[in-house]
């Protein structure tokens, strides 16, 4: 989605600043269960977003990412990140200078090297598109990802004997309820016997 597009669904006024990108990814995050605080005193500077996304997150947002401003907040970030965990952040739009958006795509996949730092370029990101569906999020665990275990296949004999060998205390104890259960089932197996074996003598007197 172009930029242009972008700021005219999310509502921007026009014209438009960095603080109302602030504000729509802060408004995003929140819908999503997340707490935020905005311009948050970090490190001797100003953090434009803390949150406890992703665990704990500081991000920083430009207008427009190309190579040089993806530089320029990840310098930012790394300051704001010392003596901190935090995941580091940088939100905006991917330059609309067609030029520039092979060199902007490129720094963000260098800058990612560092598994600590996240580029995010709002405006090709789905789940960040004004009216786009987001994902329902409590700490860490969200909503939308849920999915339920695909459930193993019963009747595949490959499937129980993997099982048996990665749990042989089942087994063990399997085998010890067979045994304790066993003599009931004799019993009950020679009872009914007996009294089929009954029920055809009385029906063959019967027919004499």
Not at 29 to 53: C, H, K, M, S, Y
Not at 86 to 98: E, N, Q, R, S
Request: some cysteine; glycine content about 8%; aromatic content about 12%.
């Amino acid at each position: 989605m172009l930029p242009s597009k972008f700021v005219e669904e999310a509502g921007f006024p026009i014209p438009w600043q960095e603080r109302d990108l602030q504000k729509y990814i802060s408004d995003r995050l929140t819908a999503r269960g997340f707490t935020t605080r905005l311009e948050a005193p970090a490190n001797g500077g100003r953090a434009d977003i803390v949150t406890n996304w992703q665990g704990g997150a500081i991000i920083e947002c430009k207008k427009y990412l190309d190579r040089n401003s993806i530089f320029q907040a990840v310098g930012q970030l790394n300051l704001y990140g010392l003596n901190n965990t935090h995941k580091l952040i940088v939100m905006g739009f991917l330059t609309p200078d067609a030029r520039e958006q092979p060199s902007a795509l490129k720094t963000a996949s260098m800058v990612e090297q560092d598994k600590r730092v996240q580029i995010v370029f709002l405006n090709i990101e789905e789940e960040w598109l004004p009216g786009a569906k987001f994902r329902i999020g409590f700490g860490n665990f969200y909503l939308f990802n849920f999915r339920l275990p695909q459930l193993p296949n019963f009747q595949d004999w490959h499937w129980w004997f993997n099982f048996v060998k990665a749990h042989p205390l089942i087994l063990i104890l399997a085998g010890s309820f067979f045994l304790g259960i066993l003599p009931d089932i004799k019993k009950i197996t020679f009872t009914t016997l007996g009294n089929n074996l009954e029920q055809k003598a009385l029906e063959s007197v019967h027919q004499e």
